[in-house]
């Protein structure tokens, strides 16, 4: 059974950066796509990005473009998202999920069930 837990999340002033980590055990993430996913004050969801099992398909939702950057690294079963420039619309709890050997990256909760983690709180403020 894959498990996924997060770490990361803070407290950090608009412009500030966090490293968000998702680490899998249970099983090898090779095969898997991961996502990270959020959900705002507003209960509002967002897939804010997600990567292929071999890293070699990336997507971002354009509110973080250029600022976010998932990374991989499958010897340590581990998926990091990199925040940048942070801005107090990025506060939400993220989550990261798994999908088991996708055919295509769709970056959907809704393609994401293999596994989610329970999240991990990030409040941008002054």
């Known amino acids: 059974q894959l498990l996924l837990v997060e770490s990361g999340g803070g407290l950090v002033q608009p412009g500030g950066s966090l490293r968000l980590s998702c680490v899998a055990s249970?099983?090898?993430?090779?095969?898997?796509?991961i996502g990270w996913f959020r959900q705002g004050p507003n209960q509002e969801h967002e897939g804010v990005s997600c990567?292929?099992?071999?890293?070699?398909?990336?997507y971002y939702t354009d509110s973080v473009k250029d600022r976010f950057t998932i990374s991989r690294d499958n010897l340590k079963n581990t998926v990091y998202l990199q925040m940048n420039s942070l801005k107090a619309e990025d506060t939400a709890v993220y989550f990261c999920?798994?999908?088991?050997?996708?055919?295509?990256?769709?970056?959907?909760?809704?393609?994401?069930?293999?596994?989610r983690g329970q999240g991990t709180q990030v409040t941008v403020s002054p």
């Open positions: 999920a798994a999908e088991f050997a996708p055919a295509s990256l769709r970056c959907s909760q809704d393609s994401f069930t293999a596994s």
């Open positions: 990567i292929s099992s071999r890293g070699d398909i990336l």
């Open positions: 249970g099983t090898t993430l090779d095969n898997y796509a």
